[in-house]
């Protein structure tokens, strides 16, 4: 499967994003999909996941209430909805495809994602 992600783009403290990554090739409805990040001179780290039926979803806490998650696997999208995002959030966003065979399932370990996007930057100012 091949990812995309776009949405990103500069926008001021307290304000909101759509970020959104299409998928291409194997049906998309066989991956649970996961967003995650990478600031400058930090590691890459969990923000949301998704299980394939879309039952299930996951926060890390630092977005927990302020992100959502969600697919469309009409669309073969996922989106993550971001509100009152903070400078804290500015970071390189990716998403992630992981082939598991539960369709309930989710995860926030990069590990088990087999395929990458090629990311969109997401800069908060103050």
């Known amino acids: 499967v091949q990812l995309q992600a776009f949405g990103g783009g500069l926008v001021q403290a307290g304000g909101s994003l759509r970020l959104s990554c299409a998928a291409s090739?194997?049906?998309?409805?066989?991956?649970?999909m996961g967003w995650f990040r990478q600031a400058p001179g930090k590691e890459r780290e969990f923000v949301a996941a998704i299980s394939r039926s879309g039952g299930s979803t996951y926060y890390a806490d630092s977005v927990k209430g302020r992100f959502t998650i969600s697919r469309d696997n009409a669309k073969n999208t996922v989106y993550l909805q971001m509100n009152s995002l903070k400078p804290v959030d500015t970071a390189v966003y990716y998403c992630a495809a992981d082939p598991t065979f539960d369709r309930d399932f989710v995860s926030g370990s990069y590990r088990l994602y087999d395929y990458w996007g090629q990311g969109t930057l997401v800069t908060v100012s103050s």
């Open positions: 090739g194997r049906t998309f409805s066989s991956y649970a």
